[in-house]
């Protein structure tokens, strides 16, 4: 049997299946991102697999005969990995890369190809020959180029400027201003605090006025969409024949990516889920760039 783990910071899922790729069961638990804690991280992974095990009439026993792949995030580094991958685990044996890697493997069952993952933070991933290869992902705000951050921090920042009629304002730029009571102080004490996910939340307020043909919103998600297709046409550049972009603005910002760009767009096979899965079918032939 092979167990399938997909854990970000929120959240945790795993899937279990036969060897011939029959679905046994699934679950879902709370976060799985080892930076919140090892011991609390495979607490919640055994979670969502006893889940999964219950799903499919099993219990425990079954666990020394499962072959399990996890797609975790906080596992960039080698020395994260190895945290995880040294850490005490009832399964026959055991495959890790980061989410993103496993999302890649899903998307394109393992063949050659590329993701652009546009959330709140932004990474890109290629898998060419068996080799992952990836571009971004090092964090907000000096990587994640064209995320839901990014596009946060440029809005607020070209608030700012046209506040002190610096750039040109719009209903926007007042919109974003009202929200700080009108006062730079406001923004400053704001910024102090913030995480990336802060930034993020005025995404909706730059789409909404875009529909509205707000001039500094359609140039802003064109400058987005700039970021976007940079990301795309390195993984055209590594060899990726496709690409697929996912996460909460993927949707979204695709009418605003350049036109030599969407012949190369494909919806993805699978999910992390299923490249989780397929990692550790492959372990022996798979290698990182």
């Avoid at 890649?104 to 898998?127: D, E, H, K, P, R």
């Avoid at 055209?236 to 024949?241: D, K, M, R, T």
């Avoid at 993927?250 to 030599?260: F, G, H, K, M, N």
Wanted: proline residues 5%.
């Amino acid at each position: 049997m092979y167990l399938g783990v997909d854990g970000g910071g929120t959240s945790c899922r795993a899937r279990l299946c036969a060897a011939d790729g029959r679905l046994l069961g699934e679950g879902f638990a709370g976060g799985a991102n080892p930076r919140l804690g090892l011991d609390f991280a495979y607490a919640n992974i055994m979670l969502a697999t006893r889940q999964a095990l219950t799903a499919a009439n099993l219990d425990d026993e079954a666990l020394p005969y499962i072959h399990a792949g996890f797609g975790l995030a906080g596992v960039a580094q080698k020395k994260e990995r190895e945290l995880v991958l040294n850490h005490p685990h009832p399964f026959a044996d055991l495959a890790l890369l980061t989410d993103a890697h496993t999302a890649c493997l899903g998307a394109f069952n393992g063949a050659n190809g590329g993701i652009l993952i546009m959330g709140t933070g932004s990474c890109a991933v290629a898998t060419i020959d068996h080799e992952f290869h990836i571009l971004g992902g090092w964090g907000f705000p000096v990587s994640d180029c064209g995320s839901g951050a990014w596009l946060g921090l440029n809005t607020l920042r070209h608030s700012l400027l046209a506040f002190e009629r610096l750039q040109p304002a719009s209903a926007l730029t007042d919109a974003v201003m009202q929200r700080f009571d009108n006062n730079q102080e406001n923004v400053v004490a704001w910024m102090d605090q913030a995480k990336p996910r802060d930034y993020a939340a005025f995404v909706p307020l730059v789409f909404e006025h875009a529909r509205l043909d707000d001039p500094v919103a359609t140039q802003l998600l064109a400058k987005t969409a700039d970021e976007a297709a940079l990301m795309i046409r390195g993984l055209i550049n590594l060899g990726a024949p496709a690409v697929c972009i996912m996460g909460g603005l993927s949707e979204a910002i695709v009418p605003w990516l350049p036109r030599d760009i969407t012949p190369y767009l494909t919806s993805p096979l699978g999910d992390a889920l299923d490249g989780a899965i397929l990692l550790i079918k492959q372990k022996s032939e798979i290698s990182e760039c």
